[in-house]
């Protein structure tokens, strides 16, 4: 069919809108919409083996099992279709009924379906709900008559059609739903973009008769990427037999995505529903391709015990073994989830994800995001981050970042990474009309421009030297060292430092009589300023014998903090081994390019500027047992800044001499 004709279908199917107008809000639409395009897609998928279906129904032996059921009713059906239905109606019988029996007659229609559509229509689509509504509204007769004159037949719309349907109608859904759209619905260059990247190394991959290839998302939403992906394999590869999977968490999103592979003839079954993170519905099953949209900052403390449990008993024998990071953002969980999902056969698995910028550098050095970044690098598993212009998506117009890994990495790549940076206005172009957070698109020129950059490793120079850089996976890699310098303290008895000693929580414990003693044993102390910790701590703790009070450690601790203050003239404070002791609030940390030796480093950026400093020997590596902590990090800016000087401050003056005389003269005319 015809694209326009396509565009017609979708057009007619977004007028019966009109007739919703009033009785529904403009982002409940699709709630009713979507699910009568399915019905009547189904209605007429079921319409030639509707006669079989009823005989063998009437067939079946007493007390035979449901699942014995379902294969002998789908059998009946026939063409591999995975749905009956042993209603008595169908939409052109519905037509010939009472118009006041509609309502009791089409939940009759939808209960009949077999359990797997029925639970989409019940459970998550809710649709009877709608249907009441629309009944109390007086209009459901208009809206269903609306439908039954559309012509969903196979014959005249293909399954490939059919998705072009299904996919133009979510979108123009997700485009009136601001608030929603971006948890649902990923703008289509983006998802082309994504699908582009992901093949674009795999043409003699895909190439010939019998290719199979399995394509998975984990927050599937309503099934676009799962759709563009397949569309694009297809287009490659025409012969191509392509199986989709997903799970998604939200009831209406995985509604309709596995309602799309009901019309489009996928199974259903391969879309899952639940939390992808804390019951993984494809158990060890791994795929050719894997992509997704994960949410942003979306905190995961309300399942957090199954994930910390995954990682604690099973460790790299589960999916997030590497780590797992802060309880406020949970994208990396599904990145690592993602990579559990990596076939390990000869041609391996490659995956695409949209994050923000959040785990490219959050977390300092041994952190849960650090420790999973290191281990994507250190196993080799990252390509390729790709900058995305802002203002692409619905909800949210940040920065955010395509990371492409790959398990089986041809010999150029290896151990190699490439940063692309596709943010700059050579790669967008405004849109006419903005929607909600949407401002800008990626035209199909950028698209193209950006995935020749990508396939052609360009690296710092010709054409592209600005937008594409190719590393070391190392280089992203650094060691933190703590930099320690001495404590210097002087200790004197004055009234303001006996007033800090007085508001001390352990001095405060102490009852009133014992205060009044330690206080009177101070001062009797010499009225000088000590400059050595050993030679006040001896005088003091003569002093203190005079109480015969047993003064514990917190107690002398909280003294010597009181009556002491930073001074760099004093002598350096040491332990009992005669070690200098470090002062906290001139502790330091130092992160060493993991390629450059820590010593030197040390020697040629701290010593010569503090002479005292040296390296904490117990800050230590968890993982090589090395001097400082090993930590990773990827940070745009400082690999594709540019500086721009400021504006002469003669132009700048001149500019101002300029807009000043326009004022002058807009005054003239108002007071004129």
């Known amino acids: 069919m015809p694209e326009a004709n396509i565009s017609n279908l979708s057009s007619f199917s977004w007028s019966i809108a009109e007739i919703l107008r009033g009785d529904f809000k403009q982002s409940e639409y699709g709630k009713v919409i979507l699910p009568f395009v399915v019905l009547r897609r189904l209605d007429c998928i079921l319409e030639a083996s509707k006669d079989a279906v009823h005989a063998a129904n009437d067939s079946l032996p007493d007390g035979i099992d449901d699942a014995t059921r379902d294969m002998m009713l789908f059998e009946a059906v026939g063409d591999g279709i995975q749905v009956y239905n042993t209603s008595k109606f169908t939409f052109a019988k519905l037509k010939g009924q009472d118009a006041a029996d509609l309502h009791s007659n089409l939940v009759n229609y939808i209960t009949s379906f077999s359990p797997n559509v029925r639970d989409i229509f019940l459970d998550k689509f809710r649709f009877t709900e709608q249907l009441k509504r629309l009944k109390d509204g007086g209009i459901l007769w208009q809206v269903f008559e609306r439908f039954a004159s559309i012509d969903l037949h196979p014959s005249a719309l293909t399954n490939l059609e059919m998705g072009y349907l299904f996919e133009d109608l979510i979108r123009r859904f997700s485009e009136i739903s601001n608030e929603t759209a971006g948890e649902h619905f990923t703008p289509r260059e983006v998802i082309r973009l994504i699908v582009e990247l992901l093949i674009a190394q795999d043409d003699s991959k895909l190439a010939g008769k019998g290719v199979i290839r399995q394509i998975y998302d984990p927050a599937c939403g309503t099934g676009g990427m799962l759709a563009l992906a397949e569309e694009a394999l297809k287009q490659f590869n025409p012969d191509a037999r392509v199986e989709l999977f997903g799970q998604e968490l939200n009831p209406e999103s995985f509604a309709i995505c596995q309602s799309d592979m009901l019309v489009t003839g996928h199974d259903p079954a391969n879309i899952a529903f639940g939390n992808t993170l804390t019951e993984d519905a494809h158990g060890s099953k791994k795929f050719h391709y894997m992509l997704s949209n994960p949410p942003y900052g979306v905190d995961w403390k309300k399942y957090a015990d199954p994930i910390k449990d995954e990682h604690a008993e099973k460790g790299f024998d589960g999916r997030f073994g590497a780590g797992l990071p802060r309880i406020s953002d949970g994208q990396l969980l599904f990145l690592l989830h993602m990579i559990s999902k990596m076939r390990d056969d000869e041609n391996g698995s490659r995956a695409g994800i949209v994050m923000n910028g959040s785990p490219l550098f959050t977390g300092g050095a041994g952190s849960g995001e650090s420790e999973i970044r290191r281990w994507m690098f250190e196993q080799d598993l990252v390509e390729a981050i790709v900058a995305l212009p802002t203002d692409l998506f619905y909800n949210t117009g940040i920065q955010t970042y395509v990371w492409l890994l790959n398990n089986r990495k041809p010999k150029q790549r290896r151990d190699r990474v490439q940063l692309i940076d596709a943010s700059s206005e050579r790669f967008w172009q405004s849109m006419r009309k903005s929607l909600g957070s949407k401002r800008r698109a990626i035209p199909d020129d950028a698209r193209h421009e950006i995935v ?79 400059m050595n910790h050993d030679r006040f701590s001896k005088v003091l703790n003569k002093a203190l014998k005079t109480t015969e009070l047993k003064i514990g450690a917190p107690i002398k601790k909280a003294i010597l903090a009181a009556l002491s203050e930073r001074d760099e003239e004093a002598d350096v404070c040491t332990d009992k081994d005669g070690n200098p002791e470090p002062d906290t609030e001139l502790r330091d940390h130092e992160l060493v390019p993991l390629k450059e030796n820590w010593k030197e480093y040390v020697a040629r950026e701290v010593t010569p500027f503090v002479p005292d400093a040296w390296v904490d020997a117990n800050h230590t590596d968890t993982q090589d047992g090395e001097i400082g902590r090993v930590g990773y990090e990827i940070n745009f800016n400082r690999y594709f800044y540019q500086y721009v000087p400021p504006r002469p401050l003669d132009e700048i003056d001149t500019e101002m001499k300029t807009l000043e005389a326009e004022i002058a003269n807009l005054l003239k005319e108002v007071a004129g």
């Open 452 to 530: 020749k950059i990508y396939a052609g490793m360009l690296n710092g120079d010709g054409e592209y030297a600005e937008f594409s850089k190719i590393f070391d996976a190392s280089d992203f890699g650094y060691r933190e060292i703590r930099v320690e310098r001495p404590l210097k303290l002087n200790f004197q008895v004055t009234d303001e430092r006996l007033e800090q000693l007085k508001e001390a929580k352990p001095f405060q414990k102490l009852d009133e009589a014992d205060q009044e003693s330690i206080l009177d044993a101070l001062a009797q102390l010499p009225d000088e300023k000590f």
